[in-house]
């Protein structure tokens, strides 16, 4: 790979990545419209206008629990109404100065925030293209993203369009103690912060996916820390000889990192970055595939 080391190109190579959010985060079981339940567009936070709204029937173990809404393709669902439905005492607060939402219940800590592309649930992140909703009053999330936070598994019933939610006894979600592997979230952290720390949460997380992708392939080291620190046809990475892989990660960088352990994908199999303000993208328009531009950075497959 040829390296731009004097205009400073921001180069970096891939995964592939989880199609869905793992590790308790349940997927749609076999056979079901996955598309029900897939990752929301990207819209305005809290604007519902923007989005086709309809009513959809969401069932656990069987009963209707309450009515959630579909908002584009992702089906959404009051907070409250759901951990009143699983019959979990949890104490809902929201903070209206910030625009924050915390639920805490025995074994469980969820918090997200109006604008925020991410929710945190045991210190664990999801990455959350939408945010936070408000239906007809009340704070509301994707019904996966609530179900996963008690392990629940998640089935679209095509037929009759409604959720189906099932757990013989739920559990909170594991913590990010149990969860990730510590070296690969402290130089993956490291290396979105410094590379991407002051770009919106979608570039924090496609830096992270060129890591990963790159841990993936065959051809790149296959750990976190290999790849940010490869030197095999030069430095990858101009934080490492700047020493800006070393300073701490803001919040966003972090939970971005963690949002990519769990599978968040925003650049698909891209396996280079480029900011083109800084240096020539020719070499990379004529031998790789565009995939996208994202705040300052180009990223290719």
């Known amino acids: ?9 921001a180069v970096l190579c891939v995964i592939c990545l989880f199609a869905c959010m793992v590790s308790g985060f349940t997927t749609p079981a076999a056979g079901t419209n996955a598309d029900a339940l897939a990752a929301p567009v990207t819209v305005t936070s809290t604007v519902v206008q923007q989005h086709a709204e309809s009513t959809v029937p969401v069932y656990l173990n069987g009963i209707k629990a309450a009515d959630g809404t579909a908002l584009g393709d992702t089906v959404y669902m009051p907070i409250a109404a759901f951990y009143d439905a699983a019959g ?18 025995e074994g469980l800590s969820l918090k997200a925030a109006d604008g925020q592309k991410y929710v945190t649930v045991n210190d664990r992140c999801f990455y959350l293209a939408d945010g936070l909703q408000n239906l007809g009053g009340e704070a509301a999330l994707p019904v996966r993203i609530l179900a996963g936070s008690l392990q629940y598994t998640v089935a679209w019933d095509a037929e009759s369009a409604s959720v189906s939610l099932a757990a013989d006894d739920p559990l909170p979600l594991a913590s990010a103690d149990a969860t990730y592997n510590a070296e690969d979230l402290y130089w993956l952290s490291h290396l979105i912060n410094a590379e991407a720390g002051n770009q919106p949460f979608e570039g924090k997380v496609a830096v992270g996916n060129v890591v990963l992708n790159r841990v993936a ?19 990858q990475f101009s934080v490492i000889t700047t020493g800006g892989i070393y300073a701490e990660p803001n919040e966003e960088s972090l939970a971005a990192a963690k949002a990519c352990l ?8 891209a396996l280079y970055f480029v900011n083109p303000t800084l240096a020539s993208s020719k070499w990379f328009d004529q031998t790789r595939t565009f995939i996208a531009t994202i705040g300052e950075h180009d990223f290719y497959a």
């Open 1 to 9: 790979m040829k390296v731009f080391s004097k205009k400073r190109i």
């Open 88 to 105: 979990i005492q949890a104490d809902i607060v929201r903070d209206e100065a910030t625009g924050t939402v915390t639920v805490t219940a």
């Open 217 to 235: 392939d065959p051809s790149c080291p296959n750990s976190v820390h290999d790849v940010v620190f490869d030197n095999r046809f030069g430095v």
């Open 262 to 269: 769990e599978g968040a994908s925003v650049v698909g199999k």
